[in-house]
């Protein structure tokens, strides 16, 4: 365990380690709503939704976009493995607007059920990205 | 001997020849090296999931989901068995699409009920011929593993599990151990067995209290394993990738090494026969020139 007060995080996605480190807090996007975890947390298993995720690093709290993925908790080490990960200043808000307009466009229309989950997962993607750029 | 025509024919070949096996070494090569930053990017994902599932697993022993489920009352003999096959879209790569290709017959031999998903054009041509039925629609590319095409075949071998077209589903692609050892590997995709991951626990901080699942362990799971099977798809497509194209490179770099010490054979066996030639040539007109005094 390192120095009291922190636990290790680790945000690691198929393309990168996002984060690998010491935290204090994090603040992640569960099924059923933001989900606060500290230090000394019980062991937790839970499904991440693609939205915003802070977590605090020495006093300061750092935002990041994640995708969909899972967390395992445990009092002193908490491991997200997530789709994409991304920081404020790495996301390109048109960009993302643009397929925010794209996946609305798209459910519009009739589509099979595979499509049309590919379509609300790339609208989630969108709003988890545009939300943390503000 | 063989004459000098035929010898500079024979040259000018195997110069061709090695035109070509250069320039695809030089392609492998360069390839190579791209998918070889994407397996580096890729592998802590790859192995985090498989240590957090395992570790999951093996703290909540008493899991009920239909991810889970073996369907003991299906009789051995009747258990339709998926095999997802990873092979290249082209040959010249060594021993990499055979040595995948005899692991896949293997695996077919003791199960009478597979169905093949074939992934690669060398594998589909390669069923083909020999008559063996594959799934025909499933056609995806070894180029370029992405992200996308990982979540199609996911969702896809998903759909037939849970539709009890498939009992078991099992990933065979060619692991890269380092650069002279490739593996062909069978994984079980579906369903998740515990007995299957390896115990991670010794180097972990071992917790004796059971896992809390937020909000159930339907909602968790129903995330978690389409997540887990299509990383695990995604970073066998990336491990194959990469195995291809250093195979191709190996078996290419020797191929170039056989046709430039050919071509030195050659050359050697070119010039005796000119000199030989040419020898002779004198011969004859020096004899012609004392039978003419």
Redesign the interface.
Known sequence: MAQTGTFTLEIITPERQFYIGPAEALVLPAVDGQMGIYPGHEPVVTAVEPGELRYKVENKWEPAAVGAGFAEIKPDYVILLVGFAEHPEEIDRKRAEAAKLRAEERLRQKQSVHEYYHSKAALARAMARLKTRR | MASIKEIRTHIKSVEQTLKITNAMYLISSSNLQKARKQLT??E??FQ??ET?IS??LH??PEISHVFFDKRPDVQPEDRKIGYIVITGDKGLAGAYNHNILKLAEQKMSQHPHTSLFVVGQVGRSYFQEHGIPIDVEFLYTAQDPN?GRARDMA?LMIDLYLEEQLDEVYILFTRMVNTFRMEPTVHKLLPLDPDVFPDYEKNR?T?N???????SVK??M???VP?YVK?DI?GALVESYCSEQNARMTAMKSSSDNARAMLQNLNLSYNRARQAAITQEITEVVGGAQAAL
């Open positions: 990017d890729v802590p994902y985090k999931i957090t570790d999951i703290h909540s992200m969702e901080d917790y209290r059971d896992v809390v699942y937020v909000p909602a968790v129903d995330r978690l997540g990383g995604f």
